[in-house]
């Protein structure tokens, strides 16, 4: 039976890919992805041209099964998101379960994460670490941030640029005094750090411009830097 691969692709810079990655995206048959618009800058930039087969949160109940016909009746297919590790954070859990469920093999070839670039950079502990992905944006929110106030470990979190400002309140509501790093576009042209409270750092923010994806970085509450 053929194989679903999944591979990581850049969460910026278009140079951040493996070779093994390349050559992959190359070699199948199919490449399964999130949006054709942003997976096609990436295969132009390496002159690849496969056929695309689009599967997102809003067609993934019906497309999977379509998907897992194409790999049993003899396709390779490679599942990218539209930027980073597929399954963290985006869309690829399902395609992967059904993958498994359905005696296809699957294949991951490793490359860009934005939660351990940030880690890496941070200069906050990393040997136990708790990631959180996204909040969520209303119900629970609180007592999300509640529960993570009590946390030991380092916390990692995503958030978008509309509530980038809301969540650096709550986190000086929540945890005032722990050290906190705030990583914007990594890896692109206008890759930004902050580093310090959540208050400092809301004192330093140019609210004109906070664009872009941002990685925080939480220390564990009696971490110094």
């Not at 093994?20 to 048959?29: I, M, Q, Y």
């Not at 019906?62 to 790999?71: A, G, Y």
């Not at 994460?113 to 040997?127: K, W």
Request: proline content about 5%; charged content about 25%.
């Amino acid at each position: 039976m053929s194989k679903l691969f999944v591979v990581a692709t850049p969460i910026g810079n278009l140079s951040d890919i493996t070779y093994r990655a390349v050559e992959t995206l190359k070699s199948v048959d199919l490449i399964v992805c999130e949006d054709t618009r942003v997976t096609k800058i990436l295969l132009d930039h390496y002159q690849i041209s496969k056929p695309l087969f689009v599967i997102n949160a809003q067609n993934e109940s019906r497309k999977i099964p379509e998907l897992i016909e194409k790999i049993k009746s003899g396709l390779n297919c490679v599942f990218v998101s539209d930027a980073g590790t597929p399954s963290i954070s985006d869309p690829g859990t399902r395609v992967v379960n059904a993958a498994i469920k359905n005696g296809i093999e699957v294949i991951g070839i490793p490359g860009p994460s934005a939660v351990t670039l940030a880690l890496s950079i941070s200069g906050l502990p990393t040997d136990s670490f708790v990631f959180e992905g996204f909040l969520p944006q209303k119900k629970g929110r609180r007592k999300k941030l509640n529960e993570l106030s009590a946390e030991e470990r380092t916390i990692v979190i995503y958030e978008s640029t509309y509530r980038i400002e809301k969540l650096l309140n709550e986190l000086n509501e929540f945890m005032p005094d722990r050290q906190i790093v705030v990583a914007r576009e990594l890896t692109k042209k206008f890759e930004e750090l902050w580093r310090g409270t959540a208050s400092e750092i809301l004192n330093g923010f140019d609210k004109k411009i906070i664009k872009g994806e941002f990685v925080i970085v939480i220390a564990p509450q009696d971490f110094k830097m």
